[in-house]
Nanobody
């Protein structure tokens, strides 16, 4: 069983920054991809960003230019750098490993709150 542990969430003021980390219990080198999702209260979980095995990266429009996803395969870690945070970014943030076409794993999530 793969375990994913997120950290780095917390409170930030609008315009502030937070860095999220997701450490995997197994290698992330050959997986299909790693992704960050978020879920705000009363809303469906949505994809924020993903990074695929070949390095291809995708961001949802609402975070383009503000968030940066990256990975360190040696540390089995994927990161989400969040700049210029807005109140609308408030949500639980979840790490996902897409291990194959039929297998994926989720972390427990880390809460991000943006308010003044």
């Amino acid at each position: 069983q793969v375990q994913l542990v997120e950290s780095g969430g917390g409170w930030a003021q609008p315009g502030g920054s937070l860095n999220l980390s997701c450490v995997a219990s197994t290698s992330i080198f050959n997986v299909v991809g790693m992704a960050w999702y978020r879920q705000a209260a009363g809303k469906q979980r949505e994809l924020v960003a993903h990074i695929l095995r070949d390095g291809n990266i995708h961001y949802v429009d609402s975070v383009q230019g503000r968030f940066t996803i990256s990975r360190d395969t040696a540390k089995k870690t994927v990161y989400l750098r969040m700049n210029s945070l807005k109140p609308d970014d408030t949500a639980g943030y979840f790490c996902k490993m897409i291990k194959s076409r039929v297998t994926s794993y989720w972390g427990q999530g880390t809460q991000v709150t943006v308010s003044s």
